[in-house]
């Protein structure tokens, strides 16, 4: 760029985002940053007289207007991420617009963002195009008000899947205790990331294993008939449909549970299940004696059969939290570290690749997370790195390097990010 070039400036609503792309910018022109392309924060820059391409905070633009309201040797102000609406770049936006509407600039103004409500924006600059057409007529000029134009540049965002806290629970084994509103792990072992999503790619075998679900529940009492004890389904860990010239029949592999004390004892055994029958085929061997929940998967495996009649759920199958005892427990201004933890052990143990990105309102409950992190079995292999706006900018330009081998990344992170 020839250094009589006007300047162009791109705020950016945080120090990280502003350094950030400018080093990427510089980057794809092949150029140093601070060369041509440069950032300002507050406390740090890389500015050269060569530079004509700056990235800034919304805080040091308003300081910047606020010193030379005329914004001599301008040619254009990017405003980004307009649509996140905080404080400075509001200020920006009324001093930009008061300096258009005084008319001691040429410099264009674009406002940029993904999720932009253009019209809301359109509306508050009217009057700079009114003004901008009174300026022309008296000059001689078209009267015609400039129509303030709107670009849209079409894109694919990247494919998200939500998932929500019931889900979180369900996954890693713990419940919400309606009295304290406090966590409590309910002793079932985590799911299996993989084998869920394997279930919901392929809704025939979600269906086979809710039907064999619905056909062990109702063969249940014919098992304890048999059995002279009084057993609940803990797990399923198999079914496969059996050839039979009669009836159809499933082949089941199951982890039951039955209490005669205090105290209840989980066991395996392989059962053929048929039209409310079932017969043990191999097991029942006892495996420990402790206090487990019963019917640990049935919410799971009949969420994923679209049409099945969920009345022949058990009466005492674990139900989900209700609306009610969730929105409560949303209420409770607190991270539940162990919680997080356990998420992050869930997907940290699947095929998935990629860092694991954890949202956190504040420095505090990120120092409980990590702590809670490093004391994990997975520890070793987790490379955990923070981001939010007291740490020092080179703290924080660790989220975008790469992990050791071996290891996943895991940001700790506040809206920052």
Excluded at 84 to 98: P, S, Y
Excluded at 146 to 161: C, L, S
Aim: glycine share 6%; with cysteine.
């Amino acid at each position: 760029m020839p250094k009589d070039s006007p300047i162009v400036y791109c705020t950016q609503p945080r120090r990280i985002a502003a350094i950030s792309v400018a080093e990427r910018v510089a980057q794809e022109r092949g150029q140093p940053v601070g060369k041509e392309v440069g950032y300002q924060v507050r406390f740090e820059r890389a500015l050269s007289s060569d530079t004509r391409l700056i990235f800034l905070t919304a805080g040091v633009m308003l300081k910047k207007i606020q010193e030379d309201p005329t914004l001599r040797g301008v040619g254009c102000i990017i405003l980004d991420e307009v649509h996140e609406r905080d404080v400075n770049t509001d200020f920006v936006m009324l001093a930009i617009k008061q300096v258009l509407l005084a008319g001691s600039t040429k410099a264009k103004v674009v406002l940029m963002s993904a999720t932009l409500q253009a019209d809301t924006f359109v509306h508050y600059y009217r009057d700079v195009s009114t003004s901008l057409a009174d300026a022309g007529a008296a000059a001689g000029g078209a009267a015609a008000p400039v129509a303030i134009p709107i670009v849209r540049v079409e894109g694919r965002t990247f494919p998200v899947k939500d998932y929500y806290l019931e889900d979180a629970l369900h996954w890693t084994g713990f419940e919400m205790d309606n009295a304290t509103m406090r966590l409590v792990p309910t002793g079932r072992p985590a799911l299996d990331f993989d084998a869920i999503m394997k279930k919901k790619a392929d809704p025939m075998e979600a269906q086979t294993e809710a039907m064999g679900m619905i056909a062990l529940t109702q063969a249940l009492p014919d098992l304890q008939k048999r059995m002279g004890k009084a057993f609940a389904i803990h797990q399923i860990h198999d079914i496969v449909p059996v050839q039979n010239s009669g009836e159809p029949v499933l082949q089941l592999t199951v982890r039951l549970v039955h209490s005669d004390t205090a105290q209840s004892t989980v066991v395996d055994a392989e059962v053929e299940v048929s039209m409310g029958r079932a017969v043990v085929i191999r097991g029942l061997k006892e495996l420990s004696r402790v206090t487990v929940p019963c019917v640990g998967d049935i919410q799971d495996i009949m969420g994923s059969a679209e049409g099945l009649d969920k009345a022949a759920l058990p009466s005492g199958a674990r139900k989900a939290p209700s609306s009610e005892l969730l929105n409560k427990w949303r209420a409770v201004p607190k991270v539940h570290p162990e919680l997080v933890l356990a998420v992050v052990e869930f997907f940290h143990g699947s095929s998935m690749d990629g860092a694991i990105l954890v949202f956190l309102p504040g420095a505090q409950d990120m120092m409980a997370v990590e702590a809670a992190l490093e004391g994990a079995r997975c520890s070793a292999s987790l490379w955990i790195v923070k981001c939010h706006s007291g740490l020092p900018s080179q703290e924080q330009r660790l989220v975008f390097n790469s992990p050791p081998k071996g290891s996943r990344k895991v940001v700790l992170s506040t809206n920052i990010a």
